[in-house]
């Protein structure tokens, strides 16, 4: 454990108040984009990533509950450790609202930026949560995973409507 002010100003990054907020700016932006250049569908992606973040709770908490498992030493006695919550809220947030911004980027430098931004972030975060003893490293790579997993979804959801509104 290294409780210096830096790793928690990283694992901070994870957090709800911090991740959310960004991922709300990025919401109302891409969805007013979207109106306004007349896409179809313009609400269901902004829509489809609001869901994917409310819903992070309900798939990490049980999860938790379940497999109950210890948190490092710092942490003291409990468990709920495993999966991250920090870190799959840090995933989505950052992660949706990396892929809301990419189509509205016009270069490919822009759109390798974000990416770039996107996944130090993400990083930076599990470095905050495993260097604060707040998290063991497989409990963050455990969330990484299943992040993965559930922003796919949410492209996958997002491409079948778009395909359907524009066959129907």
Not at 57 to 65: D, G, H, Q, R, S
Not at 83 to 100: E, K, R
Not at 145 to 165: E, F, T, Y
Request: with cysteine; hydrophobic share 55%.
């Amino acid at each position: 454990m290294h409780p210096d002010r830096l790793s928690e100003l990283l694992a901070d990054l994870g957090n709800i108040t911090v991740a959310v907020p960004i991922l709300a700016v990025v919401l109302v932006y891409t969805a007013v984009r979207a109106r306004r250049a007349g896409t179809d569908r313009w609400w269901l992606p902004s829509t489809a990533a609001a869901v994917l973040m409310a819903a992070v709770p309900a798939v990490i908490v049980p999860l938790k509950e379940a497999v109950a498992r210890p948190g490092p030493p710092v942490m003291g006695p409990g468990t709920g450790f495993y999966p991250s919550g920090h870190t799959a809220t840090a995933v989505i947030a950052y992660g949706a609202g990396a892929l809301l911004l990419l189509p509205w980027l016009r270069t490919p430098s822009a759109r390798r930026g974000l990416v770039v931004t996107c996944l130090t972030l993400n990083a930076l975060v599990a470095f905050g949560l495993i260097r604060r003893g707040y998290h063991w490293p497989l409990d963050v790579a455990a969330s990484w995973c299943l992040s993965l997993i559930l922003l796919q979804l949410m492209l996958l959801v997002v491409a079948r409507h778009r395909r359907g509104a524009a066959e129907g």
